[in-house]
Antibody, heavy 123, light 106 residues
Framework: EVKLVEYGGGLVQPGASLRLSCEAS????????MEWIRQAPGKGLEWIAA??????????VYSASVKDRFTISRDTYKSILYLQMNTLKPEDTAIYYC??????????????WGQGTLVTVSS | DIQMTQSPSFLSASVGDRVTLSCKAS??????LAWYQQKLGEAPKLLIY???SLQTGIPSRFSGSGSGTDFTLTISSLQPEDVATYFC????????FGGGTKLELK
């Protein structure tokens, strides 16, 4: 069974850093695209970062809203996806979800989701 | 950047109704459009990808159609458990979500 469990969220002050983790199980972690999506309270979904699979050298892509502040990475031995978030702003307040593609390709997005972890940026 | 526009923003319908949700892309995205259902307090769930491919385990009353810039999600006979917010996602040029359609029972 595919399972994704996010953790690491919490309350931080503006300008602070935070690292989110997404522990994956039930599948071969290196075979799949892994991505982060966030949802501000009461708002819609926003894709923010992707880590391609091993076949694509784990290369990364970011949305304009987080590029140069957030970094997506993997620990392939532990099957953990990370999101390092720096210089946090109040507008980064959201539930952060990790998600996996359906078949190891770019064209089957977000077939599996974690339960999300809440990040609150406030003084 | 590709913009995705969903309509309507809110929809009220009765059990058994045929319901149609729309999603429009600001430029051609071929067939690369997915639909997600999000119930209150839960993570989204994939319903449809590549415009009309039904995700495993999703009831057949859900169907998708369209290509290019105009796409539709249809629920053939609305059930109480279908109350949710529905999001479209273009996955032609990375990912962009639409703003969502909130579906309620009349």
């Amino acid at each position: 069974e595919v399972k994704l469990v996010e953790y690491g969220g919490g309350l931080v002050q503006p300008g602070a850093s935070l690292r989110l983790s997404c522990e994956a199980s039930g599948f071969t972690f290196s075979d799949f695209y892994m991505e982060w999506i966030r949802q501000a309270p009461g708002k819609g979904l926003e894709w923010i970062a992707a880590s391609r699979n091993k076949a694509n050298d784990y290369s990364t892509v970011y949305s304009a809203s987080v590029k140069d502040r957030f970094t997506i990475s993997r620990d392939t031995y532990k099957s953990i996806l990370y999101l390092q978030m720096n210089t946090l702003k109040p507008e980064d307040t959201a539930i952060y979800y990790c998600a996996r593609d359906g078949d190891g390709t770019y064209y089957y997005p977000f077939a599996y989701w974690g339960q999300g972890t809440l990040v609150t940026v406030s003084s | 950047d590709i913009q995705m526009t969903q309509s309507p923003s809110f929809l009220s319908a009765s059990v058994g109704d045929r319901v149609t949700l729309s999603c429009k892309a600001s430029q051609n995205i071929n067939k690369y459009l997915a639909w997600y259902q999000q119930k209150l307090g839960e993570a989204p769930k994939l319903l449809i990808y590549n415009a009309n491919s039904l995700q495993t385990g999703i009831p057949s009353r859900f169907s998708g159609s369209g290509s290019g810039t105009d796409f539709t999600l249809t629920i053939s006979s609305l059930q109480p458990e279908d109350v949710a917010t529905y999001f479209c996602l273009q996955h032609n040029s990375w990912r962009t979500f639409g703003g969502g359609t909130k579906l309620e029972l009349k």
